[in-house]
């Protein structure tokens, strides 16, 4: 099979012939048709993450936001069919047994498998997975549609369902790329008043075609005062990875108000303890999500309340897509079509 190999951290991906992988007894083998490109691929093929990088294999095959059919299956598998298509995410397998797997919490099982990291993932033809953890995607969606909501979708959907938010709150979405862009629509189908927050005026026009009601550009305006003249916001997810967008969503908060991180900026984030005690400010994270949450995600998407804005490539084009998005060209998701 043909796949996009990382050989050595911080080196183009190697696009050649791979063994074809053999499905254990609890396993499924995916004709791959669509993989969407995260940027946490890239974080992983330049060695970013010195905490990963002790869990992952090499060489690898990077990829966790997989559509395919089935096109094998072990001895074990009895809940699904050759023939079905079923996509896979970041969670490649999780225990179900220890305390995190039985609180409903299996996105964070220490025992956990990662798709594209400690296992091969989907920039390939091929690809094999557990049973127990592929899911089922809806017919109304094709397979590029679907690919990036194992991923990009399923981690606002997360990060904004753990708010709680309530129809008429104030939400800003900080960065309106391939996470903000979803992050918009799921907030403001949750009745949340959407407030967008970019550096490119482009992105903050898509945010508004999207129903963001307001939108403010953080080089040419004073992000904190437009907040504060709206009321501040009863939750700032941050999607970006500039440390500054964390500090601009801090005090653009109102009392009471949450901020979910979401994007990774490499150096800690830093707040006053007095600023939060003030006004008990409340940060949380969120780590993409289980698999009820991805079927949750995919069935808002094939009612048609969540679109994720895509452009498709061949495989053989993952490193120029690598090279675009270290230059922040990219807007929504790229997905390799296979
Ligand atoms: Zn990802
Ligand atoms: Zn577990």
């Excluded at 974080?43 to 993450?49: N, P, R, Y």
């Excluded at 991180?261 to 150096?267: D, Y």
Aim: aromatic content about 4%; charged content about 20%.
């Amino acid at each position: 099979m043909k796949a996009a190999i990382v050989k050595q951290f911080k080196e183009p991906l190697v696009i050649e012939e791979s063994a074809r992988p053999t499905p254990a007894a609890d396993e499924v083998l995916l004709q791959i048709a669509a993989c969407g490109v995260c940027h946490s691929d890239l974080h992983l093929a330049e060695g970013d993450w010195p905490q990963m990088m002790k869990i992952v294999k090499t060489p690898l095959i990077l990829g966790h936001e997989v559509v395919g059919q089935i096109i094998e299956k072990g001895a074990a598998v009895t809940q699904l069919e050759i023939g079905e298509r079923v996509g896979v995410a970041w969670i490649h397998y999780a225990c179900g047994a220890c305390e995190l797997c039985l609180e409903g919490n299996e996105n964070l099982c220490p025992k956990q498998q990662i798709t594209g990291a400690t296992v091969d993932g989907g920039f390939a033809e091929l690809m094999k997975a557990k049973a127990s953890h592929v899911i089922k995607v809806p017919a109304a969606l094709t397979s590029e549609e679907a690919a990036p909501l194992f991923c990009a979708g399923v981690t606002v959907y997360r990060a904004i369902k753990k708010a709680r938010i309530h129809s008429g709150q104030r939400v800003a979405i900080f960065g309106i790329g391939g996470l903000g862009h979803l992050a918009v629509q799921i907030a403001q189908s949750s009745g949340a008043q959407v407030i967008a927050i970019d550096v490119n005026d482009e992105k903050l026009a898509f945010a508004q075609a999207l129903g963001a009601t307001h939108c403010i550009n953080a080089t040419t305006e004073k992000t904190v005062q437009r907040m504060a003249s709206l009321g501040g916001a009863h939750l700032c997810i941050v999607t970006s990875a500039a440390k500054a967008a964390y500090d601009a969503a801090f005090y653009s908060l109102r009392p009471g108000g949450a901020i979910a991180v979401v994007g990774l900026p490499a150096e800690p984030l830093t707040f006053p303890a007095i600023a939060m005690v003030g006004r008990e400010a409340h940060i949380y994270a969120s780590a993409v999500g289980t698999r009820q949450d991805v079927r949750d995600v995919l069935e808002m998407a094939a009612q048609g309340k969540l679109q994720c804005q895509i452009e498709t490539r061949p495989l053989e084009q993952v490193n120029e897509i690598f090279a675009e998005m270290r230059a922040g060209k990219i807007s929504g998701r790229m997905v390799l079509k296979l």
